[in-house]
């Protein structure tokens, strides 16, 4: 049988990440479990198995082969980290005490640059030097903590989500496929740009699902521990407050990894959604299913929150003035009829293969 390094070999991927249990950026293994968790709570008919991939890129992959793979590159891990103690750094959330009081002091030449640029895209996270500002605070490191698995889960659970709706085998009628999510959109070659748009939708919208579910019913099993209980006073009370919270994170990822490289290009000529785009259906599905039971009126508080919100961490935690257009960036008439040619073409790539 195939092993992961095999499959990642001959589709020409980097290697796996060799895991150790005294990894100096801090959170590999824990968070390598994790992922094998993640893949394992997915009834598959094969088995599925995570790895991180020993490569600086912001990307991650789906992988259908003899065994199916969940890979996050650990350039992806280390923006996730890096963005997670920005935000513990910068005093946001400030009902979880400790470290600094949240400020804003705008730069412009920072707002010029891409939030990746100024999250030192491709760099190692340095737990020690990072961390030195919150550490100190059990507060801020329980928030670094939940915002931290928030976007773990989602860009892990995104993954998942391809290979649970057999996105692979189903474009290439069965046989063995590769889903790359390098999160920016780039200029289609070989597949019908819509049907590719369509597949990152329904892995938004699973993932979200499953990310929201997942951190609920955490906080339910561990409702007794003394972290728990501080993070349901401060941070995370009810279902609508969980549901609010993840928009807002998911949103925040959103912005950091944009690119902005689809502006000025025809929408049904990209490999994946623009970023805001991303957003507005991951809107639409809160709205649609109402996930945890939450009433239309709170899905739409939440969305709410989660727009201005988003846009509100971004510019106390990097310094930079706000991008208040940055989801009617994608409004026009034209997006609007787009959204409508993927919604039609949903139902071809949603739920997984018969056996």
Not at 29 to 41: L, S, T, V
Not at 55 to 66: F, H, K, L, N, P
Not at 98 to 117: I, T
Not at 188 to 212: G, L
Request: with cysteine; aromatic share 10%; glycine share 6%.
């Amino acid at each position: 049988m195939k092993t992961i390094s095999d499959i990642l070999r001959s589709w020409k991927l980097p290697p796996p990440l060799k895991i150790r249990f005294d990894d100096p950026t801090g959170f590999l293994f824990p968070f390598h479990e994790e992922g094998m968790d993640i893949c394992r709570a997915v009834p598959r008919p094969r088995e599925c198995s995570f790895t991180f991939i020993e490569s600086t890129g912001m990307q991650a992959v789906a992988v259908q082969d003899e065994i199916d793979i969940v890979g996050v590159y650990a350039g992806m891990f280390w923006m996730l980290c890096r963005l997670a103690s920005s935000a513990a750094t910068s005093g946001v959330f400030p009902a979880m005490v400790g470290g600094k009081e949240p400020e804003w002091k705008p730069d412009v030449n920072r707002s010029l640059r891409l939030p990746r640029d100024l999250l030192d895209e491709g760099k190692q996270f340095n737990w020690e030097a990072e961390s030195a500002t919150w550490k100190e605070y059990p507060e801020r490191q329980m928030l670094f903590l939940v915002i931290l698995n928030v976007l773990f889960r989602f860009v892990v659970n995104h993954e998942v989500g391809h290979i649970w709706n057999d996105h692979g085998r189903r474009r290439l009628g069965k046989a063995a496929s590769l889903c790359i999510d390098s999160v920016e959109p780039s200029q289609i070659t070989v597949d019908d740009p819509i049907a590719a748009q369509a597949r990152e939708i329904i892995a938004d919208s699973f993932a979200f699902k499953r990310t929201i579910e997942v951190l609920d019913r955490e906080l339910e099993l561990t409702a007794e521990l003394k972290l728990t209980k501080i993070v349901r006073e401060k941070l995370l009370p009810n279902r609508d407050e969980i549901a609010s919270f993840v928009l807002i994170i998911v949103f925040l990822y959103f912005r950091v990894s944009d690119l902005s490289n689809w502006r000025g290009q025809a929408r049904d000529t990209l490999t994946h959604p623009p970023a805001p785009f991303r957003a507005h259906a991951l809107a639409a599905a809160l709205l649609e299913h109402r996930h945890l039971g939450i009433s239309e009126k709170s899905a739409g508080l939440a969305i709410q929150k989660a727009s201005l919100g988003s846009a509100a961490l971004m510019t106390v935690i990097l310094g930079i003035y706000p991008d208040l257009h940055w989801l009617e960036n994608v409004s026009g008439t034209q997006d609007k009829h787009h959204f409508q040619r993927i919604f039609e073409e949903i139902p071809n790539w949603h739920g997984p293969l018969a056996i």
